[in-house]
């Protein structure tokens, strides 16, 4: 599948749910020919009709970013797009001390280096036709730190220097790669684990006094691949209440 000459392609890793299925919407709104991923058949069947209710003829695919045999699946089948949109992210939460390799490297592996080899294999049309927009979804978690994630955080916070480091590569033929970074999002996760006086302290620290939405995120993400924001490139968007101030 390439890219439309008259209508730009999407490709939302992530998208069955959450924060990745809000963005899928958004960009569909915008005019994207978009493509999703999950990691399980049900999950693409899922984009596929999501896509369909909204008259956009994208797609839903199976993509496992834990290995490199899932990267050429997915790159096989989706051979072109003008916005990237990295989202799939996983977490494998233990305080360091009891923490085992192979739990830091799988979060590493999927949270890190799938982006970049997804970002590396994109850039390569996007290079071609001299444009296209990169968008990593980082985390709050990257700048703060938190106990019990520090496979996590270091992802999160390698994406986010991968992300300068790409700008600066690619900002000369017109494309831009930029991050955004939410603070603690509404979504089915985040609903199950802050409850009761969790939930009311965690707000005390938002200055909004609120967490956020996927709305909020996908609307963020939406305006860094519009036109009103080709001169914004290698930076990290906080999307996160005020949670954590520069």
């Known amino acids: 599948m390439s890219t439309n000459a008259e209508q730009p392609t999407a490709l939302v890793t992530g998208a069955s749910r959450g924060i990745g299925l809000a963005i899928l919407r958004a960009l ?3 005019g994207f020919l978009v493509h999703g991923t999950a990691t399980t058949n049900n999950g693409s069947l899922r984009i596929t009709k999501e896509l369909s209710e909204l008259d956009n003829k994208g ?3 199976v993509y ?10 997915l790159t096989n089948t989706v051979t072109e797009v003008d916005a990237l949109v990295c989202n ?14 192979d739990a830091f490297e799988q979060v590493i592996d999927v949270n890190l280096i799938a982006p970049f080899r997804l970002a590396k294999y994109y850039l390569r049309g996007m290079l071609k036709k001299r444009r296209g927009s990169i968008v990593m979804i ?3 978690i990257a700048a703060t730190g938190n106990p019990g994630q520090a496979n996590y955080a270091a992802s999160k916070a390698g994406l986010e220097g991968m992300v300068r480091s790409l700008a600066r590569e690619v900002g000369s033929r017109n494309i831009t790669v930029n991050a955004v970074a939410p603070g603690f999002v509404d979504t089915d996760m985040t609903s199950r684990s802050l409850v009761g006086d969790t939930r009311e302290k965690l707000l005390e620290q938002i200055p909004l006094g609120r967490v956020g939405t996927t709305q909020d995120i996908a609307a963020t993400v939406s305006f ?3 036109a009103q924001a080709r001169y914004i490139t290698g930076a990290t968007i906080p999307v996160n209440g005020g949670l954590n101030m520069a």
């Open 224 to 226: 860094l691949l519009s």
């Open 64 to 73: 496992d970013a834990s290995n490199a045999s899932g990267h050429t699946d």
């Open 138 to 140: 980082s985390s709050v």
């Open 88 to 101: 799939a992210g996983i977490t494998k939460d233990m305080l360091c001390i009891r923490m085992g390799d």
């Open 59 to 61: 797609s839903g695919h």
């Open 28 to 30: 569909a709104k915008d």
